[in-house]
C-alpha cells in the first residue's frame, strides 16, 4: 500500500547523516511509536457535518478523508481513512500552520526531547572521537573488554610453517603501537631528563593509585565525557579511568595570537582547533602542572606519581582547577570566534 | 679567690695574633684593645647594609619575572610533607583493596589442612587471626603487591609445600625420638618470593600454634639507628640493644599473646626487677617492654621459658641474611668496627643457625637471604653456592677465589652448607627459590583475573607468553607484567 499523503518531502527537509553511531550512548532502546491517536473519538463522521443539507456550506471534511474522496473520483489509491490523520506530521515545517496548532499539540511539540534544556549553549564544549584505537568495541573509550568469543581463523593453508595469523590481528601486534597510546603519551610527558624507565615507573604507579582510591563521586556540574561507564567501573580499569580524565578536560581549541593583524599593536587572538593527541597533551600539561603544585605528602621516589594521580582523581571529580582552564580557554575561543579565517567558497 | 695581680695580667693577656708579631709592628697598629673588652664593638657604627643585597625569594613564592621566554613550568613548587607524615608513608603496609572483586573460589588454609600437600599449585586466603600476628611481626613488605587485593592470600607453590613437609617432620618426628631442630637459609633470584616463603613459613607455623619469633629485617639491627649498650660479665665483648629488644618483645607478645598468657612462668630467672605474684610469660615479656634496660636478660629469660619441655615448636626467622655475615656499623669504645655476631640479638640467632645450640621442643630456623638490599658477604655468596650446586649439579662445587677476603666466623656459622649429603643428614641447607611451573602461573593469574585485576583471558596462549616474559615463570616479575600495568 502506498503513503496515505505524500508527506515525506516535507519531512525531509532536516539534513539527516546516516552515520553509523560510532559510540555506545545511555539512551533509551524503545523509539517513539508512530502517532496513532484519532482527533475525534468517533469513527463516523463529525456531527458539524449533518447540520446543513447544502453541500456548498457544509464543512470540509477531514484533509485525509477529503484526500481518500478526490482518490475515490480519481480511481487511484488513497490513505485509510480508520487509520486517522496524523496532523503533526502534516504541519511539521510549516511554521504558519503550526501557529495555528491547539494549544495541547503546540505543548508537546515545544516539550519535544530534540530542543536544547533552558540555558544551554548553542554550541557543543566536547568532541566524541573519531575512529580511532577501539579493538572489538566499536572506537570511542576503550572499556577494555576481553572478548570471549575465539578469534576467526583461517582455514588451514598447505605450504604454511606456521599457518595464517588469525584475524582480527591483535591491537598489540605491532612493536611500535604495542601498549595503549594515552599511556604512552602520557609516560612521554612525564619523562624528565630522557629517563623514560622512570616515567614508566611513574606511569605504573599513578595506575596503580588510582585502582586502590574509592570511587569517584562524580560532580554533576562538571560531567565527563558522554558515553562514559559509570564511577563505579573505572577503578578495576585504570587505564580507561586516566584515559577519562584527559579526555574529559582536554580543550577544543588554542587561541593563536597573531600578531599586528588586529592593528594599533594589538594581537589578534584566532582559534584554532587542536587534534587529539594535541588535545590530549594539552590536558596532560594542565594536570602535570597543577600536581606539581599539589602538597607533597610522601618520600623517595613515588610522590610525584602520587600528587599526580590525586589531581587526575580531583579532575574526574569536578574538583580541579584544571577544568577553569578549560572553560577559560573555550571562553575566549567564542569570543574570538569572529576572528577566524575561513578559506573563501567558490 | 684568684688575687687581683692573677686578675690583671689575665686581663692584659693578648691572646689575638698581634701579640706574635714585633713590638714596633704592634705600636703600629691603630685600635689598641684588650682582649675581653667589649666596648669597640658595642660603640662601633652598625656595618652599612650593601646595596643590591635582597634575600632571595621563598621557596613557592612569586617574583615579578619581567624576562621574556621564561614560560617553562616552574620545578615542582609543592609544599614539604609535615614532620613523620614520610615515613609513615613510606612503612604503611595495606592489606586490602576494596576495588578489587571478592574471589568467591578462594579458600582459607586452616589448621587441619594447612600443612597438606594437596594444597600445592592452589591459591590460599589466609585468615584474619594470622593475618594480624603476620602483622604484628612484620612479615609483610612494602613492596608486595598486597595493596592489590580484597585480601592477603598465597600461592602454595612447590617450595612451600617443601617448607610444609619440614612443618610436619618436626612435628611428629619419624622414629619417635627427639624433636628435630631443622635450618634452611632461602636463596634464589631477585623478586622470585623469598620473603614471601618465609612468610608463608610464619603463617603455616601460626596457624599449627608454634611459637614464632621473627626478625622482620636484619639491616634494622645492625645499621647502628638504635642505641647499644656493653653487656657486662661477657668474655668476648658482646653489645645489647635494648631498645630494639623491647620492641621485638612486644612483637612476640602480639603475635605469641594466646600461648604467653596461658602459660606461667616455671623457672626462676635472674632478673633485675621484680615480677608480680603467679607470673605467665606475658607478664614477664611486659617487664621487658616497660623496662628497656632490662630487655635483654628479659629476653633471655623467656628464651629459657619456651625451651621447657613441652611446649610448642619454635619457628625463628630472619629476613636479609648477608646483613649480619659481616661486620656492624656500630663502633666499639676503641673505635673498632663491631661484628654482627657480636650482637647479643645477632648472637642468639647465629647460634641457632649453626646449630651450635638446638631447640629442644623442636623447630625451625629460617632465614632468607636479599638480592636487592644484600651487601657483598662472600662468605655467605660462597656458602650458598656450594649448597646450591650440590643439590643440582654434584659432579661441578665451585671452589673459593683466594683474592677475596673471608669472614671466618660467618664461614663457621654456615659450614654446615659446605658438608656433602642431602638435607635431612645435615640440619643445615638451602631451600632454592625456582621459578612458578606453568599450572602454578596459570593458577595464580586465575586468581588475578578473578580479583579484577588482570583484565584478559586466562588462556594457556596468555600464561605461557606471561611466563616467558617473566624470566621462566619468576613469581615478582609475573606480577609486575601482569598485575603492576609496569610496561
Redesign the interface.
Known sequence: MPPRLNLLTSTRSIPYRPKVQAQWLARPTTRAAPWQSRAYSDSKDPPSADRSKRIESQPLPHISEEAAKIAEITGTQGPDVNKGTPVEEVVKGDKEAEKKLPKVMQDALKSKANSPPKGSRSYSTTTTPIGGNGGGNGGGLDM?L???NPPFTTPETPGLKFGMPTLPLPKDGHVKHR?DPV?DQV?NLLMRHGKKSIA??D??LI??HL?????PTINPSRPLLPGAPPPSHL?????LYLTLAIDSVAPLMRIRSQKGAAGGGVALQIPVPLGQRQRRRAAV?WI??AA?????????KGS?AQ?VAEELVSVVEGRSSVWDRRNGVHKLGVSARANVVLPRKR | MPSPICLRSLSQLSLDRAANVSITSRTLLAPQTACFSTSAARYAAPPSKRKGMVAPPKRGERTLNVKKGRKAPSADTGKRPAPGDRKAMRKRIVLTNDNALEVSSLKDLDKATALSEKNEGQVRGLPEQVVDALRAVEAFKTTQGWSLFRRPATLMRKETIQLAKLLKEVEDPVDGQQKKTLRRVLSGDRMSGKSTLLLQGLAMAFLRDWVVINLPEAQDITNAHTDYAPLPSSQTQQYTQDTYTATLLSQILKANLKFLEATPVTTNPPLPLPLPAKPTLKHLAELGIANPEASWPVFVALWQELTQPGHPPIMLAIDGLSHIMRNSEYLSADVKPIHAHDLTLIRHFVDHLSGAKPLPNGGIVLAATSQSNAPTSPALDYCVQVAEAMQSHPDNIPHWNPYKNVDQRAMDVLKDLLVPGSGGAKGLDVIRVGGLSKQEARSIMEYYAESGMLRAKVDDGFVSEKWSLAGMGNIGELERVSVRLRI
Request: net charge positive; proline share 8%; hydrophobic share 30%.
Open positions: 577494555g576481553v572478548g570471549f601498549y599511556v609516560t614508566q615507573r606511569m605504573a595506575l596503580q585502582r586502590t582510591s574509592p570511587i577503578p578495576l580499569n585504570p587505564i600539561q602535570l602542572s606539581s603544585k599539589r602538597r607533597n605528602r610522601g618520600s623517595g610525584f600528587r
